[in-house]
Structure formats: structure tokens, C-alpha cells
């Protein structure tokens, strides 16, 4: 059955081009309904109907929370549904319990665009499987075994379980009345082992039910000892990135590497009781039954590694989209061992190395995405060990000489065409100005050879320094950092580039850039001058009362957003039943003043979802992804448009380069401004009749509305408007449409109008 299910899917997706997982067909009601209806259906069913229960109050509001929380990941773009992994994993489920409809119709299985090596399952019968587990399971029945465990984490309601335990641990009930802070934690900590234990157990006895192979436990059991180890542990060698012409310093090659070591020990304060523990368990439970007819396949071993190699393709695709470039290289390697002519797993390759040479060329920037190689184990550590060596000019060029190559190999590719113009815009602003530093003669230096040539950076001739003579050191600026005028880089790189060096289109693009060099360190000179931002704060300002005309008449809203937040001395309480509410107003107000403006506008809202809108979440999706890369670099970091088809086809489909997020936040806090209120008291008893009404400010909270929005010009991947407008009161009805109207006038209003 599951052959038949993977046959048109297998011939479909081809690895040589692969294209990344989509959400397909109907649209689950899990997606559509609101986190306030499935609240309202879950206390219904659970404590309603259910009588007594222990602190009902409190678990209506655990309940209202955690649905709030499971709709944020459902609808955050990484969770899919009726997709070929996800339908695999339901037809699976389908097997164990087909001898239980009712249970089998309460259940759902989501899969989750994550690295981690995890499952969970929630209160309201939805299983999310990460990707990263799927990616190194060895056999069906070892995914069966993991959906049996979350099974029965739903069939047995551990986590409303775990909530009335909690609730008493916290309240010091019963036989905790005395215990000390210590030993309720302790005790917390036991409580989740027993029940992840049971879990185990009676997920096993569910598992036996079926024809699965019992060694699939021990195997599950050895992929979450070794859980920080990539789904492929093999040698890697700097020789991947050296070509005829490159080769990189033998001092960048470890030896040998760090071994690999499991999860060894019980954490006494964990949730979870130790893998060697649950393995020596399910060991003696199943150490008497025999194994013989049991497989671990009940359809064609080919469906299963189908599906598990789609999932080491995506694990690649979110290490590149989360920034852990190594990762994605080291992944994208291992995969190339397999499937060598794989576009995909080369421009994976090639956006990893851009990454890591982009986030080394800017000063203080690299931190944020390396990871210390001592660290790491396997033999991912060589790769984290050869870019804590590598200088940023080496790691520059080795990016060049991949992205330029890869360019060459593959014409008329619009995504290696930008990755390689705009490394090579790195290379000529940060390191080799000139392009005769390059040769495209045979290396003529002996291997051993470390020495290095001085670049010159000078970026102003004999007549602008003048200008300049009174600075004590004359500076460049790259990307808002200083660094000198001359640098030192390594002699070597001068013949890493060998035939690229006389392609025509690198000479001319290189060339072009070197021209155009001082004018843009001119621009980045005059706007570190204290009256440039002086004159961008004047500017700034009159954009705030004038506002910035756009011109546009066509424009797509992603996912508004509406945020009530009630913020105490030491907490801060999400209000998400009234931002529910307040969002749907929002979006009508939305849609009313649009009308009116005469725009030709289109919601995309994840919350507002159709049964037949499988497509619009999928846009949603890509530009989720897309503006939370945009955002985790930064507007002092410019990076090439990864998603260049999927942005393109964004563009054509909508007949608009604009899109636009903006949401409201509005919060509410204490009137703790002692002296303002000590100043309202004191002119109370001065005047009397005033006192009830200064006695009433004082009591009152204050209120703030932030109005947000970015408006992004797809086309360039540039922020082209951005506005943060803050109101002293509540967010009314009157003041959010009032902040439209002047966000839809803007839009819609003649760049010339000012």
C-alpha cells in the first residue's frame, strides 16, 4: 500500500533537481479554525464532559495557552501537511491502529521543518515529527516505533497529567506540602521520566500489535544517543574545495578528528530518564519474545529511504535558512557522495560557502554563526576546524572560485549569477581592489610557502588626499567597520582563480566594480560624517510628519500581525483571546481602508485560511522564510536573493514587487512614575476638589499602540519603507484605522507628492 502511495511521488521528485517539500490539496481544519474555537471544542471534550477535575480553572487556561502555542508552529511555515513525508507518516499510523478507529480519527501527524532529532505530541491529538528524526532512522519500523511512543503520550492525556502533577507540586499539595525547592524540582523531573517511561512501555505493547521488526527499538534508541551527530558521518577533506589552481595550507587539515560519544549519563533535573535506561527496559520487555516474521518493512525498504532522503534535502535547506552554514555544507557534502550531479546540492554548496565568506568579511559578524569546532565531533569537526584557519580573504576566494565555476557550468541561472557578482563585490571592496592581483598563470610558489603580498587600498587619488592630509591615519571604510588602507593577504590566492581569471564576463564585471569602487566608499565615508546624520535625522523627521509617498498601486499584505500584551513589574502576559478578536477587526479595517484609498490589494494571512488555499499557504511559507533570513542578517548586510525563482514567481503571480508586513502591538503596563504620581499628590492636597480625579490617574495603567510596518520591494530584496508609529492609548478601534488610513494614503500617494 505505501509502495503504491510513493509510486507517482518517487518518479516525480528528482534529486538531481530537487524541489523543496509543499503543503498539497486540502487545507486541515487543525489549520483553519481558530485557536479560540479548538480551545472552547478541547475544554468541552476534556473538561466539561469529563467530570470533577482538579484546578479546572487553571487547566481551561492552560488549555486556551498551549492552542495559542501549538497555531503559532502550525501556521509559523515549517509545519506541512498532505505532503509525501507527512502522508507516509499517517499511513503508517494508519497500520497500528487500525484496530482502533476511534483513537486513529483523534490523531493527526504533522512533519516539522527542523534539524532537531525530535517528536512531540500535544494535548489535542496532533504528533509533529521533525525532519531532522526522519533524516537518520534506518527503517520503517523504527519510525513505527517512534510514532507509537507519541501514541500513547496522547492516549494516555500525559500532558494534562503532567499539568494537575505541576499544579501540585507548585501548590504544595499532599506529599509535597514540606518539600523544599530542591525537591520539587526533583520531584517534577521524576514525574515526566515515569511518564516517558510508560510511554515507552505501553507504546512497545502497540508496536508488538504490529508485524515491525523488534530490533527498530535498539536502533531508535542508538539515533537519540548520538542526536548531535550529523545523519551521515564520513571523513571530510579540504580537497572538496581545492581545485587545480587552489590549494589551501595542510595546516587547515586536522589529523584526525574528535570521536564521536553518545549520551552517557541520566540528567537527575531532566524530563526525559537516560537513553541507556529506556534501552535496558524495553531490552528486558522484548528479550523473551521472538523476532522470527517480523520485519522492518511492511511496504518496499525504497518508499522508506525515498522518503528519508527527501528529509536529509530539507534538514540541508533549513541549515542554510538558519544561518548554520557549516552544517549545510557538511550536509550538502554528504548528500554529494550519493548524488553527484545534483544542481541543488551545488548551489546548496555554493550558498553555504558565500554565507561563511560574507559573515567573515564583516567585523564582529562571524561569531554569530560559527560554532567553536572543538565542540563538535565526527567528521563534521574537519569543516568547523578548516573555517576557524581560514582568513577572511581565503574564505573569499574559495567562495568565488566555487560560485564563479558553478556559473560557468550552469549559464543563464539567475540565483549562481547573483551569488557570484555579489562575492565578487565582497572580493574587490574588502580584499583585492585591483584584478591584476589575480594570475591565471600555473602556481609557481612552492606549497610550503605562507608567505603574503600587501594589497594597497588606497581609495582616493593624490588630489582628494589633500583633502585628507590632517587625518592622523587615513581609513576605509567596509560595511561600517574600519580596517587600514594596506592589508595583508596570503601570496597564494594570486593563482587560486586559474581559467576564471580570463573569463570575459568576470574582467568586465570585475573591472566595472573596481571603477565604481571609490564612489561607494565615498557614500559610505559622507554618511559617517556627524552633519550627513544630522541631515538623515532632519530628513527622518519630516518623513514621520509628511510621511514617505510610494507610488504604488498594487500591494500584498503577509500575515498581519496584532499583539495585546499586559506587561507587569516582573512579567509580561500575552492577551491572546482579545488579539484573536482584535486581528480580525484589524484585517477588516484593513481591507475597508483599501477600498477607499482605491488600492488594488491582497491579504495572505495564515490565519485566515480557506479548505482550498493550499497554494496560499504555500506562498506564506516561502515568504516567512524569506523575511526571517532578511531580518537575522540585517541592514548593514546585504545578501543575494536565495529564493530567486520561487521570489520571481511570488512577483509575477501577485503583478506586484511590493509586500508589505505590519501588525499592531499594543500594551499595557503600571503607572509606576513615582514622581509624576508624587507630584499628583501633592497638587491634590494643594487643591482638594481635585484630589478624586488625581487619585484616579494614579491608579490607572498607561497605554501604549505601536503601529509597524515594512514595506520590501521583492524585486531588489530592499527595505524601500519602514515606519514605527506610537500612540499614548489604547489600541481603539478609531486609532488602528486612523494609523491605515495614513499607511494606505502613503502607499498609494505620488512619489512626487512631497
Known amino acids: 500500500m505505501l509502495l503504491l502511495l510513493m509510486g507517482s511521488h518517487i518518479s516525480a521528485q528528482n534529486f538531481d533537481n530537487y524541489q523543496q517539500l509543499k503543503s498539497t490539496g486540502t487545507v486541515p481544519q487543525n489549520f483553519i479554525k481558530s485557536s479560540e474555537q479548538k480551545a472552547e471544542d478541547q475544554i468541552d471534550n476534556e473538561i466539561n464532559q469529563g467530570g470533577k477535575h482538579k484546578y479546572k480553572r487553571q487547566k481551561k487556561t492552560f488549555i486556551i495557552e498551549s492552542n495559542y502555542t501549538i497555531d503559532e508552529l502550525l501556521l509559523s511555515g515549517r509545519v506541512l501537511f498532505n505532503d509525501t513525508v ?80 505541576t499544579q501540585d507540586i507548585k501548590r504544595g499539595k499532599g506529599s509535597f506540602r514540606n518539600a523544599s525547592f530542591t525537591d520539587k ?86 524530563t526525559h530518564p537516560g537513553i541507556a535506561l529506556r534501552r535496558d527496559t524495553i531490552k528486558k520487555s522484548i528479550d523473551s519474545i521472538p523476532n522470527e516474521g517480523r520485519v522492518n518493512f511492511l511496504s518496499d525498504s525504497n518508499s522508506f529511504i525515498f522518503i528519508r532522503e527527501i528529509s536529509r534535502f530539507e534538514v540541508t535547506e533549513f541549515f542554510l535558512e538558519s544561518r548554520q552554514y557549516e552544517a549545510a555544507l557538511y550536509s550538502a557534502y554528504s548528500l554529494l557522495d550519493k548524488h553527484k550531479n545534483s544542481i541543488y546540492l551545488q548551489k546548496a554548496v555554493n550558498r553555504a560557502l558565500y554565507g561563511l565568506a560574507k559573515y567573515l568579511s564583516v567585523k564582529n559578524r562571524y561569531k554569530e554563526i560559527h560554532r567553536d569546532f572543538m565542540k563538535v565531533q565526527g567528521g563534521q569537526q574537519q569543516i568547523y576546524f578548516l573555517y576557524s584557519r581560514l582568513k577572511s580573504s581565503e574564505a573569499c576566494v574559495v567562495s568565488m572560485n566555487y560560485a564563479w565555476s558553478l556559473k560557468r557550468k550552469y549559464p543563464g541561472d539567475d540565483e549562481l549569477a547573483s551569488i557570484a557578482n555579489d562575492i565578487l563585490l565582497v572580493a574587490v571592496d574588502n580584499f583585492f581592489p585591483k584584478r591584476d592581483f589575480f594570475s591565471d598563470k600555473p602556481n609557481t610558489l612552492n606549497p610550503k610557502d605562507t608567505s603574503s603580498t600587501i594589497i594597497d587600498f588606497k581609495m582616493v587619488d593624490e588630489a582628494e588626499l589633500k583633502s585628507v592630509a590632517k587625518q592622523k591615519r587615513k581609513r576605509r571604510v567596509v560595511e561600517g567597520e574600519k580596517v587600514q588602507q594596506t592589508k595583508t593577504v596570503p601570496s597564494y590566492l594570486s593563482f587560486a582563480l586559474g581559467e576564471i581569471v580570463k573569463d570575459k564576463e568576470f574582467a568586465k564585471n570585475y573591472d566595472e566594480l573596481t571603477k565604481t569602487r571609490r564612489k561607494r566608499f565615498s557614500e559610505i565615508r559622507e554618511r559617517r560624517k556627524d552633519e550627513y546624520k544630522e541631515k538623515a535625522k532632519r530628513e527622518y523627521e519630516k518623513q514621520l510628519s509628511k510621511g514617505q509617498p510610494m507610488g504604488i498601486q498594487k500591494i500584498v499584505f503577509v500575515n498581519p500581525f496584532y499583539y495585546k500584551v499586559s506587561i507587569g513589574y516582573n512579567t509580561e502576559t500575552f492577551k491572546n483571546v482579545e488579539a484573536e478578536k482584535s486581528q480580525a477587526n484589524f484585517n477588516k479595517n484593513m ?164
Not at 491502529?97 to 496532533?126: C, E, H, M, P, W
Not at 533524516?135 to 494534562?160: M, Q
Not at 514595506?711 to 489604547?730: C, F, P, R
Open 86 to 165: 507527512g502522508r507516509y507518516c499517517n499511513k503508517i499510523v494508519d497500520n497500528l491502529l487500525k484496530d482502533d478507529t476511534t483513537l486513529r480519527s483523534q490523531i493527526s501527524v504533522y512533519v516539522v521543518k527542523s534539524s532537531v532529532v525530535n517528536a512531540f505530541t500535544t494535548s489535542n491529538g496532533i504528533i509533529f515529527i521533525n525532519l531532522g528524526l526522519i533524516a537518520k532512522l534506518n527503517s520503517e519500523a523504527e519510525l513505527a516505533f517512534v510514532l507509537c511512543h507519541e501514541i500513547i503520550h496522547y492516549k494516555n492525556k500525559h500532558v494534562l497529567t503532567e499539568f494537575d502533577i
Open 591 to 754: 481591507k475597508d481602508v483599501a477600498e477607499a484609498a482605491g488600492i488594488d490589494y491582497v491579504l495572505l494571512d495564515k490565519k485566515n485560511l480557506e479548505e482550498t488555499g493550499s497554494d496560499a499557504f504555500n506562498d506564506i511559507s516561502t515568504l516567512s522564510s524569506w523575511i526571517e533570513e532578511y531580518y537575522d542578517h540585517g541592514d548593514s548586510m546585504h545578501f543575494s536573493n536565495y529564493k530567486r525563482e520561487e521570489i520571481k514567481s511570488l512577483i509575477t503571480k501577485y503583478k506586484t514587487k511590493y509586500f508589505c508586513w505590519t501588525g499592531i502591538i499594543a500594551t499595557r503596563s503600571p503607572n509606576n512614575n513615582r514622581w509624576k504620581n508624587y507630584g499628583r499628590l501633592t497638587l491634590g492636597v494643594t487643591l482638594p476638589p481635585l484630589l478624586p480625579y488625581l487619585i484616579y490617574k494614579m491608579t490607572q495603567p498607561l497605554f501604549y499602540t505601536f503601529h509597524y510596518t515594512i514595506i520590501i520591494n521583492l524585486e531588489t530584496g530592499k527595505a524601500e519603507y519602514l515606519q514605527l508609529h506610537e500612540y499614548k492609548s489604547k489600541d481603539r478601534n478609531d486609532v488602528t484605522q486612523a494609523s491605515l488610513y495614513d499607511l494606505f494614503l502613503q502607499i498609494s500617494a505620488p512619489k512626487n507628492a512631497q
Open 185 to 270: 524540582l526533583l520531584a517534577q523531573s521524576m514525574f515526566s521520566k515515569e511518564l516517558e517511561t510508560e510511554a515507552d512501555i505501553e507504546g512497545l505493547k502497540l508496536f508488538l500489535r504490529s508485524k515491525y521488526s523488534l530490533t527498530a527499538a535498539n536502533g531508535v534508541f542508538d539515533v537519540l544517543q548520538y542526536s548531535h551527530i550529523p545523519f551521515s558521518n564520513i571523513p571530510f577533506n579540504k580537497s572538496f574545495l581545492e581545485t587545480g589552481t587552489l590549494k589551501l595550507p595542510a595546516s587547515y587539515q586536522l589529523k584526525e578528528t574528535r570521536e564521536v560519544v553518545g549520551e552517557v549519563k541520566d540528567d537527575l533535573l531532566g
